[in-house]
Every structure is written in C-alpha cells, then in structure tokens.
C-alpha cells in the first residue's frame, strides 16, 4: 500500500481476507484493528517452531513501510510503547517477538531489512543474539524456530538474514552460522 490510509482499507476490509490487530503509521499513529482476544488475519500460512496456525497464536502488528525505507522514530517509538502491554496481557517473551519473515520462510520479507531488531532488543521487546560459535546452520536455525520445506534451504538463509544480517550475501558464511547459533542459544527449544 503507498500510504497507511490505503492500508487501514484493505485491513479492514472483508473481501481482503486480510487483517491485523494494530496498524502503526510512520508518522506513530496507531489504530486498533481488531480485538486482540479476536482472530485476525495477519500471518497466514507459516510456523514457529511447534506453531503452525499463528493466526490463532499471535497479535499480529503491521508497519506502514515500503520496506526499502528506514522506520521512522515515531513509528519506532510508537510500536516500543505498544508491545510491553501486549506482552503483558498476553505473556510473551521476547522470543516470541517475530517478523513476518520469521514464520512464513520464503514467502513473506516483511519487516524486511531496514527493521532495527537490536533497538527492540535493547528495550527487551525482542531478541538479539551475541555471535555464538558457528555450528549446523540447519539445526540451530530449527532450534530457533524457523520452519521451512525441503527445497528452501536459500529461502531460509535469507531469512535469517533478514533477521540477523541483513547487509549479508553470497552463499552461506561461517558469519551466518555464527549468528544463527547465537539465536538459537537464546531459545531453550522451540516450544509451542
């Protein structure tokens, strides 16, 4: 959408099949969608970890951005003053806090690479990882939480990227596998 109005359209209305409990403008402008004890449809068909019907299991939050674009501050301040509630009413961890991209491997890119995860982190409103020692990419991207299909292995690098590294390229690094393994040291097992 070019603008967060258009946004707040298709959000809300039916034939979209699609929905979400908060929309956040770039400007801080917040609307509530839905109820968040409601069922909306913001993720759609992915997982995390034993989770594969998020849309039952999650406040969904969507950012105006064109996700080329940095978030703006007020935008930025504006979703570090709704999470904490929401973590709150609903007892979610920090590790529980993820981006479209996370749960849905090679079909969604959303919050995409501009999306400053460190800052949430540093406010305790998400995860980020120390550099761990590199390990099987495959195994501690599992214990995380991704879940992808044969066949998605480059799918699910760039999600991790996306998440970890967004300024990384090429083939699979020990740099990716370390910052992986840093991730996954942070989930005691990917629970439901």
């Not at 305790?124 to 991207?141: I, S």
């Not at 020990?174 to 040291?185: C, N, V």
Request: include cysteine.
């Amino acid at each position: 959408m070019q603008t967060p109005e258009a946004a707040l359209t298709r959000l809300c209305t039916p034939e979209a099949e699609v929905s979400a409990h908060y929309l956040i403008a770039e400007d801080g402008r917040t609307w509530q969608l839905v109820d968040e004890e409601m069922r909306a449809w913001h993720a759609g068909a992915g997982q995390w970890g034993a989770i594969t019907d998020m849309n039952s299991r999650s406040v969904g939050i969507e950012l105006a951005n064109d996700g080329a674009s940095p978030f703006p501050e007020p935008q930025m301040a504006a979703l570090e003053a709704l999470l904490p509630d929401i973590m709150q009413r609903w007892d979610i961890a920090p590790e529980r806090v993820i981006g479209h991209s996370d749960m849905a491997v090679g079909r969604k890119i959303d919050p995409g690479p501009r999306f400053d995860w460190r800052r949430l982190a540093l406010s305790g409103l998400a995860v980020w990882p120390e550099t761990g020692r590199p390990g099987e990419f495959e195994a501690d991207a599992r214990r995380a939480g991704f879940a992808w299909a044969e066949g998605q292995e480059e799918a699910l690098l760039n999600a991790v990227r996306l998440r970890l590294r967004p300024w990384g390229d090429g083939p699979l690094s020990d740099a990716d596998r370390a910052a992986i393994a840093g991730l996954a040291a942070r989930y005691p097992a990917a629970e439901a």
